[in-house]
């Protein structure tokens, strides 16, 4: 197994089970299921992870791991979309426009990183649901049309600063060798 993967798992597994004796118990279900051992050595139970949906297979079978079983139900019934990296890459191609294509990959992501956080820090404030803050969201996590939201640019909460785009290009230019 990945080490990296793994790591995260335990890390995973410590967050959602504080309690000592839970963290143990929900490690032993995790090892039997990983290993097709204890609860999980059934040849059915075996069989079938490699033909029914992950969903119906927990359903099925994780009564014998009622703790893994929480985690893996939670995780298989989250609805997956791709909106939140569609967002992004709209935010970077925002930020890195024709008008500022001299800019490093490292400079824009750091603006798409400042803008994608003001974002989310803006709906902290109560004004965040009037006036032109939520015409920066762009329609925030909702699935409705975008006829009444507008652009970027008519938001207050713009990345176009003359004075900040000046300093980035000359800090650009200092560093380009001459050829």
Same mark, same amino acid.
């Given at each position: 197994?990945?080490?990296?993967?793994?790591?995260?798992?335990?890390?995973?597994?410590?967050?959602?089970?504080?309690?000592?004796?839970? /963290? =143990?118990?929900?490690?032993?279900?995790?090892?039997?299921?990983?290993?097709? *051992?204890?609860?999980?050595?059934?040849?059915?139970?075996?069989?079938?992870?490699?033909? +029914?949906?992950? %969903?119906?297979?927990?359903?099925?079978?994780?009564?014998?791991?009622? +703790?893994?079983? %929480?985690?893996?139900?939670? /995780?298989?019934?989250?609805?997956?979309?791709? *909106?939140?990296?569609?967002?992004?890459?709209?935010? =970077?191609?925002?930020?890195?426009?024709?008008?500022?294509?001299?800019?490093?990959?490292?400079?824009?992501?750091?603006?798409?990183?400042?803008?994608?956080? /003001?974002? !989310? /820090?803006?709906?902290?404030?109560?004004?965040? !649901?009037?006036?032109?803050?939520?015409?920066?969201?762009?329609?925030?996590?909702?699935?409705?049309?975008?006829?009444?939201?507008?652009?970027?640019?008519?938001?207050? !909460?713009?990345?176009?600063?003359?004075?900040?785009?000046?300093?980035?290009?000359?800090?650009?230019?200092?560093?380009?060798?001459?050829?």
């Amino acid at each position: 197994m990945d080490y990296a993967i793994n790591e995260e798992r335990k890390k995973c597994l410590r967050k959602y089970f504080p309690n000592e004796d839970e /963290l =143990y118990k929900v490690n032993v279900e995790y090892v039997d299921f990983a290993c097709n *051992s204890g609860r999980f050595q059934e040849i059915h139970s075996i069989r079938d992870r490699y033909i +029914m949906e992950p %969903k119906m297979w927990w359903v099925e079978y994780s009564a014998r791991a009622p +703790m893994l079983q %929480k985690i893996a139900l939670k /995780l298989l019934t989250q609805p997956s979309s791709s *909106s939140c990296a569609e967002r992004n890459w709209s935010t =970077y191609s925002f930020v890195h426009s024709a008008r500022r294509n001299r800019m490093t990959p490292k400079q824009a992501e750091d603006l798409v990183f400042i803008h994608s956080n /003001l974002r !989310l /820090l803006s709906r902290k404030d109560p004004r965040y !649901l009037e006036g032109e803050t939520k015409m920066w969201d762009i329609g925030g996590d909702t699935f409705d049309t975008f006829q009444d939201i507008g652009v970027l640019e008519v938001a207050s !909460l713009s990345l176009d600063e003359p004075d900040l785009e000046s300093a980035l290009l000359s800090r650009e230019a200092d560093n380009v060798a001459p050829q």
